[in-house]
């Protein structure tokens, strides 16, 4: 896998689970203030990330590049997102997981 179409599968999954927690957790039709600024913060540790091809899960990696604070709201949208993929997104559930 080359690494565009690597680090643009993870920004497509980051932006599906911060859109399904803006959404159904926070019942907001568009992406209010605090996720937009999440998503944009995370798609520029994507296109920055230093291991490019050779980029693992986030969580695996040995160099945390977000903030802590934002490494923490992800994790959150991440916990409430993650199982819920299957129910609004299952195709993309499915190629996440496996």
């Not at 195709?91 to 996440?96: N, V």
């Amino acid at each position: 896998m080359n690494q565009a179409s690597r680090i643009e599968k993870e920004k497509r999954i980051v932006e599906l689970m911060i859109r399904i927690y803006c959404k159904k957790k926070e019942g907001n039709a568009e992406l209010c203030g605090e996720c937009k600024e999440l998503l944009i913060y995370a798609l520029s540790r994507l296109n920055n990330c230093p291991f490019g091809e050779d980029k693992t899960s986030c969580k695996d990696c040995s160099i945390h590049c977000y903030k802590p604070e934002m490494r923490d709201k992800m994790k959150i949208v991440m916990r409430y997102s993650g199982p819920r993929m299957i129910i609004y997104s299952p195709i993309e559930f499915i190629k996440h997981y496996l």
